[in-house]
Every structure is written in C-alpha cells, then in structure tokens.
C-alpha cells in the first residue's frame, strides 16, 4: 500500500513536468473568450454603421461574426466545457481567430483601424497555454496577415464628405508597434506561465518528500494502535501463569516452562509500552540529538563517495558558561533530509574533500557546508534556491541515493524549504581567496534550535495491568 502510493506520487509529478510542453487551454476558457470577442465586434460594428453612420460592407463584416458565433455553439454542444483541448486543435481554433479579425479589418480600413492590435491576443492566449512552436506558428500567421493589410484593404469607415488617408510609412510604423507589442507580450506571458507551472510541480514535489515523512509518523500510529489491542491479552497470559506457577511448585520441569512464558510475555508487554507512548513521551536519546549527531546522521550516506568528508564541531571562542555546552536538537527527518541534500550537493561537485564546520554560541546555532570545487556562478547566485534553477548538467541529469532523477533544480528548493520550516536561514557565498569553492550557511537562533521536551504522562492500557 505505502509503495503503491509512493509510486502514484512520483507519477504526479511527472505529469506536473511533462504537463510543461503540453495545452492547458479548455474549451469553456477559448469559448469564452471568442463570446466576448463575438459580443464586442457586434456592438462595433453596429455602433461605427448605424450609430456614426460610416459606410462599409456590413453585410460581410456580420457574416463573419456569425461565422465565429456558430463555431461556438458547435464547439459547445461537441465537447463538455472541461475538455482540454490538443495543441494542434487549440492552435487551428486561434488561427481561425486571426483569420476573422484579419478579415474584418480587411473590410474595415486594414491597418489603419484602429482595433488592429486586437490581432495580438490569441497569440498572447499561445503563449500562455500552448508549447512554443505552436505560438510561433501564430505569430507568424499574425505579422502576414498585418503586413497584408498594410497593402490591401477596402477605405476606412470614414464620413462621405471628408477623405482620410495615410502614409504608406505611418502604416508600417502602426504594423512594426503591432509585432512589437505581440512579440513583448507573447514573451511576457510565455514566462509568467512558465514560472507558474515550475512552481506547481516543485510544491508538488515538495509535498511528495514531506508525505514520506507523514507515512512514517502514520506508522507510529498503527504500531501504538495495535499495542493497545494486544495490552488486555498480554495482561491476561501474565495472570494466568503466576497462577499457573504458584500451583505447579513441585513440578519443577513445568516450572522453568511456566517461567520463562511469563518473563517473554513481561518483554513484549515492555515493548509494547515504548510503542505506546506518545510523541512528547518518546525516548529522549532517540528524540533529540545533538548537533555534532545530526551532522554525522546526515552526512552518513555520502562518507564512501568521491570526495572525503570532514566534520569539525566546537563552541565559538570568547562563549562562556552553559553557552558552551553543546545544543541539543529535536530529531526531524525533514532537518535530516534537509542538510543531507547540501551535503549531497557539495560532495557532486568538490574536487577532493567536504568540510562541515558547526559552531554555536549562546544565541545561534550555525553549520557551515564548504567545498573546494568551482563555486557558485555569479549568474545563479541569486536565483539558486527557486525551483528548476540548477547548476548541474542537463544533458545527464544525475541520480540521487534514493534511484530518483535529480538536476532539475528540485533538490535545492527543497532543502531549503525543509531547513525553513525548521526556523533555519540560508547564505550561500563563494570561499574567500585563496580557498575556493562553494560555502552554505545555515544558521538558526540557539532557541529555535534546541529540542524541549514536552511533560510525560503515564499510561496504563488495561485494568489487569493496573491491577498489578
């Protein structure tokens, strides 16, 4: 079951990141939009032909909208309002859209029209929901279409008695604002969509590292679930054989028997009682652990890579009195994780050692991570921590302990976001010449740090057992 959920989740996620080069364009949102353009042409064109009486072919112009009308109920009664519509199919829909403006502008003035810009919003609706070939295909038929109506156009609607016109040059300045402005705004919602879609999937991610961690605490659950169960029977066989030895004193043989039943039912009873307690009652030595353990803990699975990891733990000089005992911190998977990950991270890329420098002092708590390979980049210095912003090669991404695929820029984001929620705060930094490499700083204020154990309280599961 947990396997299978496991593999379902990793699932999930791949379809968040091969959903990146896929449409998420539904039909309810194109049928939509084209209402709203079929709405705001109709109001148009009837207020520029009967409202300021400027002649041109209306006839035309409304068959065209009705045109665009009659493909939307068609759309609407072929396919439910949830459908997700293929990149081929979105992108004929939004070509017929550039079409029907191109043809009303044709109809009405051209370029010289002033709703000529409008031909940009299906190629920005593209860039938005659609892979980048498709967008292009878009905005190439867009830009021909206005260049076309640069050259050939029926007169602006225009009253009878005046004549407007204008320069061919002013016309082609109105076309090259018309791709610059599609080109600006294609590229500018092709990346707030990109953005948006990174950020899904890593939060997806993200909660997929953290449910491993919520099924084993469910674990608990079950284990002190099934030890309170079996609290009554084990109580019951522990009543029995007092009775049972205190009537068979003159068979010795049976005795030992009778004795040694009664010691491994007192053993399971023990091992039931630590399976029952609660978190805030768990055993202080497996709950909390200092910091120079939660160092070693997590830089455990990469001792027999490449590169030699050293681990250097010491109170800051100048610290006095109970500063200088060592901060003991509450054992937390995520933390654990968390540093792991840095750790992985510096080992991939140092040349020949790690070192791992932890310090305190009577108010932080400070892990320093330093390798001695290339460092930090100046161009992601910045930028490293948000998803899909990664170091690492694309060509072969990596694979990390757990036989997952790693370099996508994941990795990072989620360290970061674990040591967060445990109140830590990152600096990355290169290492001062003449040292080089990489330096992670993680440091948390000693209180926030240091693990409080809650009261304990007894608990007794059975009458029986309280009895004895």
């Given amino acids: 079951m947990v396997f299978a959920q496991e593999r379902a989740g990793n699932l999930g996620v791949e379809r968040l990141l091969t959903g990146m080069h896929e449409s998420r364009l539904r039909m ?5 939009l084209r209402w709203f353009g079929v709405v705001g042409q109709l109001l148009t064109v009837i207020g520029v032909y009967w409202g300021l009486g400027f002649p041109f072919p209306i006839g035309l112009c409304l068959a065209l909208i009705a045109i665009s009308a009659w493909v939307n109920v068609f759309l609407r009664i072929l396919y439910p309002a949830r459908y ?31 709703f000529t810009f409008l031909i940009v919003a299906p190629v920005t609706v593209s860039a938005a929901t659609l892979p980048a070939r498709n967008t292009i295909i878009l905005g190439v038929l867009a830009v021909v279409a206005a260049a076309v109506l640069v050259e050939w156009h029926l007169p602006l609607p225009w009253p009878l008695e005046e004549s407007f016109a204008l320069p061919r040059v002013y016309k082609l300045g109105m076309m090259a604002s018309v791709v610059a402005g599609m080109i600006f705004l294609a590229l ?80 399971c009873r023990e091992i039931l009682r630590k399976l029952t307690r609660r978190p ?35 109170a800051l000089e100048g ?9 003991i911190g509450q054992r937390r998977p995520g933390l654990i994780y968390g540093l792991g990950n840095l750790i992985e991270n510096a080992v991939d890329f140092a040349r020949e050692r790690v070192q791992i420098t932890a310090r305190w002092s009577e108010r ?18 910045d930028t490293l921590g948000d998803p899909y912003v990664t170091t690492r090669s694309s060509i072969e991404p990596p694979t990390d302990y757990d036989g997952e695929a790693s370099g996508l820029g994941l990795g990072f984001f989620i360290a970061k976001t674990l040591l967060e929620r445990s109140g830590a705060r990152l600096a990355l930094e290169n290492r ?37």
Avoid: C
Avoid at 441 to 462: H, I, N
């Fill in 28 to 32: 309810q949102t194109i049928v939509r």
């Fill in 84 to 114: 997700r519509l293929s990149p081929t199919f979105a992108t004929t829909l939004l070509a017929w859209d550039i079409a029907e403006l191109a043809a009303l502008l044709y109809l009405t003035g051209g370029i010289e029209n002033p």
């Fill in 188 to 267: 500018y919602a092709a990346r707030l969509s990109k953005e948006s879609r990174q950020m899904s999937a890593a939060l997806s991610a993200t909660e997929h590292v953290l449910a491993r961690e919520q099924k084993l605490h469910a674990l608990d659950g079950l284990a002190a679930a099934a030890a309170h169960e079996l609290g009554t029977p084990l109580a019951t066989i522990s009543l029995v054989t007092k009775e049972l030895e205190r009537d068979t004193r003159a068979i010795p043989a049976i005795q030992e028997d009778i004795a040694l039943l009664r010691s491994q039912a007192e053993r």
């Fill in 280 to 314: 805030s009652e768990e055993d202080p030595h497996h709950a909390s652990l200092p910091v120079t353990q939660l160092v070693q803990e997590a830089a455990a699975p990469y001792r027999t890579l490449s590169a030699a990891v050293e681990i250097d733990s010491r």
């Fill in 319 to 327: 610290t006095e009195g109970g500063a200088l005992l060592e901060p």
């Fill in 364 to 381: 932080e708590v400070t892990i320093l991570i330093a390798d001695d390979g290339p460092g930090f980049s100046a161009e992601i210095m």
């Fill in 432 to 468: 001062a010449a003449p040292l080089h490499g990489a330096l992670v700083r993680v440091t948390w204020l000693r209180e926030t740090f240091e693990f409080k154990p809650a009261m304990s309280f007894s608990f007794v599961s059975t009458p029986q057992a309280a009895a004895e």
